[in-house]
């Protein structure tokens, strides 16, 4: 019953803005950090930005600048706004949480579905 709906992925021009959401099921019962990942072709999968619950933010140092992570905990939903995109930003996104079931069930992390971004002329 636990999932992550993703959206907002798709082409843009060089220094062009697109913003990813996610949003979380109402079967979680409580959210902690989230975060999103990009993974390119023939690439591993890596950190682009991650908040905790208490709306710390961590940065890859290829997005700092032009990327922001932020979080509506009232709507289950973590936001991926990036700005001044490049070519290099190209590649699948995902989003990433760790939740909790029940009040005092364990923590376990789940995924999106991942959405393109593509950044092209």
């Known amino acids: 019953q636990v999932q992550l709906v993703e959206s907002g992925g798709g082409l843009v021009q060089p220094g062009g803005s697109l913003r990813l959401s996610c949003s979380a099921s109402r079967s979680i019962f409580s959210i902690g950090a989230m975060g999103w990942y990009r993974q390119a072709p023939g690439k591993e999968r890596e950190l682009v930005a991650t908040?905790?619950?208490?709306?710390?933010?961590n940065y890859a140092d290829s997005v700092k600048g032009r990327f922001t992570i932020s979080r509506d905990n009232a709507k289950n939903t973590v936001y991926l706004q990036m700005n001044s995109l490049k070519p290099e930003d190209t590649a699948v996104y995902y989003c990433?949480?760790?939740?909790?079931?029940?009040?005092?069930?364990?923590?376990?992390?789940?995924w999106g579905q991942g959405t393109q971004v593509t950044v092209s002329s």
């Open positions: 908040i905790t619950s208490g709306d710390n933010t």
């Open positions: 990433h949480t760790l939740a909790k079931r029940s009040f005092s069930g364990a923590w376990y992390d789940y």
